[in-house]
T-cell receptor, first 113, second 110 residues
């Protein structure tokens, strides 16, 4: 069964450093998403990406965040200058579009120290 | 981004019992609704979509009431493996992301 894959599974970084989280969405899906979940809190939408551009973004997705689809398979989230409060689980998801069901990757646990 | 509300629980239920969760959403523009299951420190996994006519998948039944803006999930003959957090989610569709509730924690006791 096709699945969304994310790397790395865990990343520890120093405050102020840049991180890139990587995702390979399901191959025939058209919409790609990033979500985050701070420990003990709800899953929060960050950004959606369709047709090689950002479609929607939340208030959380400020100027320190960016997304890119550098090739036909990868979808990345970059956090330019990490803060302690960026520590969270980051989930990538994808959907076919016509059917809005979104499927999630296993997540990247980001720890900012 | 409007809210989705759920009772956080925990719901402690004996094995074999029937349990029901409700979820309310505030964005009347929401078109599609889902129940996800999330195990501790894992990703949300799609359990089922929720349709206006109601839908059933084995022991699980989901209902949508658009007039009252709530969604329900019924689990019959609960099993120990049903222990998890159940997340309700809504979206306007297309590129609109999912708005999740905080989840309802279910504990099935032997």
């Amino acid at each position: 069964e096709p699945e969304v894959t994310q790397t790395p599974s865990h990343q520890v970084t120093q405050m102020g450093q840049e991180v890139i989280l990587r995702c390979v969405p399901i191959s025939n899906h058209l919409y790609f998403y990033w979500y985050r979940q701070i420990l003990g809190q709800k899953v929060e939408f960050l950004v959606s990406f369709y047709n090689n551009e950002i479609s929607e973004k939340s208030e959380i997705f400020d100027d320190q965040f960016s997304v890119e689809r550098p090739d036909g398979s990868n979808f990345t989230l970059k956090i330019r200058s990490t803060k302690l409060e960026d520590s969270a689980m980051y989930f990538c998801a994808s959907s076919r579009g016509r059917r809005p069901e979104a499927f999630f990757g296993q997540g990247t646990r980001l720890t900012v120290v | 981004r409007k809210e989705v509300e759920q009772d956080p629980g925990p719901f402690n239920v004996p094995e074999g019992a029937t349990v029901a969760f409700n979820c309310t959403y505030s964005n009347s523009a929401s078109q599609s609704f889902f129940w996800y299951r999330q195990d501790c420190r894992k990703e949300p996994k799609l359990l089922m979509s929720v349709y206006s006519s109601g839908n059933e998948d084995g022991r699980f039944t989901a209902q949508l009431n658009r007039a009252s803006q709530y969604i329900s999930l019924l689990i019959r003959d609960s099993k120990l493996s049903d222990s998890a957090t159940y997340l309700c989610a809504a979206t306007r569709g297309g590129a609109d992301g999912l708005t999740f509730g905080k989840g309802t924690h279910l504990i099935i006791q032997p």
